[in-house]
């Protein structure tokens, strides 16, 4: 079988980062991801954060991974706060230098900067998203407030290729679920009570991320969202999912709900 080789993109800012990567790399051992981690870039340098010195070490030393680490913020610092777009230009060019591997394409795993234009033309790119392909754009917690207003019927997340315009890029998959469901509806009723009286504005002084029905739409994205980024990368090494074809974005809601219910990856 040939393996695609892939290029992992990190600020590994986090637990999440971490784990993420643990994840694909024992699925890539155990055979179910016809992949090869050509390089783990990481865009900080030991000694600059708990959580990256440790994602440095694991790929290194556990997972005998080459690892490029070149800090973000150590960079032209002056220039990053007067002239962030030529920074970002200017950075991503050095980026580009030390990349020492060809590869069929790179996810952004926890990659906390925005990509230059040439970075993005350079290398197909690819990016969770936490809304369906069409949905509202921004942060994570941007989207949850905007389903919240909207009184969505329904959301999920894709993973998309990553251009110059964020969050505008072509879906290449994605999963979908209801927000209608006998578990979504009391909050609901809860927090539209608490919309009447305070407005979203209101709400979010009031309870910000503690709002319930804002919890649980979370809590069911976060749990459907590792499985996509898998059965993404699954499908990308089987060619199962081309860039550029028509038959995108692929739904993989029914592969993602039978990891829930099961536990498991299954071919």
Known sequence: MKFKKIGWFTTGGDSAAIDLLKIVY??????FLPLKIAYVFISKEP???????????IAKEEMGLNVISFSALKFEP???KKDKETWREIYHE????????????????GYMWITSSKFCNSLKLINLHPALPGGPKGSWQEVMWQ???????????MMHLVTPELDEGPPISYFRFS?????FIPL?????????????TGLK?????????????????????????????KYLGEDKIVFGSDDLPLDLTREIENYIKTGGYHE
């Open 26 to 31: 024992s699925e890539i051992k155990s055979g």
């Open 78 to 80: 002056e220039l990053r």
């Open 47 to 57: 000694g600059e954060g708990f959580f990256s010195d440790k994602l440095i070490q």
């Open 147 to 157: 389903l919240i207003s909207a009184r969505a019927a329904e959301t999920g997340a």
């Open 188 to 200: 609901w009723e809860e927090t539209e009570k608490k919309l009447l009286k305070y407005h979203l």
């Open 94 to 109: 050095e980026i580009l230098k030390r990349l020492d591997e060809d590869i069929d394409f790179g996810v952004l795993a």
């Open 205 to 233: 002084k009031l309870e910000g991320e503690e709002n319930k029905l804002f919890k649980k739409i979370r809590e069911e994205e976060v749990k459907r969202e590792l499985p996509l980024i898998v059965y993404t990368l």
């Open 179 to 183: 927000l209608r469901t006998p578990e």
